[in-house]
């Protein structure tokens, strides 16, 4: 049992689990994120509210039935209980990671994610052009979206926080086969950074400055202007959630609705070091609305690293029930992999 701070400062007596538990909670923590979070995924704060008067409390509805707002939806029936590409593309980089005992090469990414078919379609630019092309080696240019940052969790789990270079080129190789803005880079290096730190069992300002700082890297590394506009962006959000004396959904989504990359993965990595519990940040994020489901899945990565206890060991029975994806048979070797 180690002492742990909290985001205000206390401190707290946690059970931290073994580095296979953590890992485990990692992987449940997205997942279950992801599934939970999409229940209100682009609808605004108020719109949450009128699909749900009483709030987000899990899953809203029998599992495996059409969440009621996607019934007749054209491109896809979303279910309650299941999983988005958010969840589809960490378990790819994962699989890439292992195929390729522990290093992380662009290449090995793309062809894992070509195997990816959610959220395959001219609306999603980023994985459509990568189908399209159906070159595992293909880099891509520009698109600056979350969508790099949301499956970047298997490079922060195999490379501890010693390992800053490996980390920051990793959080790129395997951002490129979709994202290759400096925007979406940056973010996906602060959350590999993040979870890494989480692994550790880092005190929560250490952990949001080490994420900072790994945006900031990878920004001066492929912007070239040296702006940090990500790393500011990470810390001024921290510092205006901190002040506040509770995190409420209405004055969350008043202050920092998660629109685009530049709300999203500060958001999620805030709500990661400010908040003690995978599930209640789960739920947070839920029913803040925007990109619910990025921020949920993230959160829920950082927090599942930290207190893999708080995930919500149900929600999770839920989520394999209907997917199967198998997430306990990518622990043991992701967990053998970090050094």
């Known amino acids: ?14 059970v931290c689990g073994t580095v296979t538990e953590r890992v485990a909670g990692c992987l449940k923590g997205i997942a279950t994120g992801d599934a939970v979070g999409k229940q209100t ?25 059409v969440i009621p707002r996607y019934v007749g939806n054209g491109k896809r029936e979303w279910r309650v209980g299941e ?18 005992h522990g290093h992380v090469e662009h290449t090995s990414v793309g062809r894992e994610m070509l195997h990816c078919r959610k959220c395959v379609h001219p609306g999603v630019k980023s994985l459509w052009e990568f189908h399209q092309a159906a070159d595992p080696a293909r880099i891509a240019r520009r698109h600056d979206g979350c969508g790099a940052a949301i499956r970047v969790a298997p490079v922060g789990i195999v490379f501890r926080p010693a390992r800053f270079d490996d ?20 973010a996906a290096a602060a959350t ?18 080490f994420a900072e700082s790994a945006a900031a890297e990878a920004e001066c ?29 209405p004055d969350v989504a008043a202050r920092c609705f998660p629109v685009h990359p530049m709300t999203i993965v500060p958001l999620a990595l805030c709500l990661a070091t400010l908040m003690d519990s995978a599930e209640e940040a789960i739920l947070l994020a839920a029913n803040v609305g925007g990109d619910s489901d990025s921020v949920a899945s993230i959160a ?3 927090l599942g690293s930290r207190y893999p206890d708080t995930v919500n060991q149900s929600w999770y029975g839920t989520v394999e029930r209907i997917n199967g994806h198998d997430l306990p048979a990518l622990v043991d070797e992701l967990s053998n992999l970090r050094h």
């Not at 909290?6 to 401190?11: A, E, K, L, P």
């Not at 995924?41 to 039935?65: K, N, Q």
């Not at 999983?83 to 378990?91: G, L, P, R, S, V």
Request: glycine share 10%; net charge neutral; aromatic share 6%.
């Open 192 to 209: 590999a950074a993040a979870v890494s730190a989480a692994l550790e069992g880092w005190p929560t300002d250490e952990m949001i400055t």
């Open 83 to 100: 999983t988005t590409d958010d969840t589809e593309w960490t378990i790819a980089v994962a699989r890439a990671i292992i195929a390729d």
């Open 1 to 14: 049992m180690n002492l742990r701070l909290s985001g205000d400062g206390t401190r707290r007596a946690l």
């Open 167 to 186: 980390l920051v080129n990793g959080a790129r190789e395997a951002s490129i086969p979709t994202h290759g803005g400096p925007i979406a880079i940056a």
């Open 300 to 302: 829920g990565a950082v």
């Open 221 to 249: 590394r492929w912007s070239g202007d040296g702006s940090a506009r990500v790393a500011r962006k990470v810390r001024s959000t921290y510092d205006d959630l901190k002040r506040l004396p509770e995190l409420r959904s």
């Open 41 to 65: 995924e682009l609808l605004s704060h108020a719109d949450v509210l009128r699909w749900y008067p009483h709030g987000v409390r899990g899953f809203e509805g029998l599992p495996g039935s």
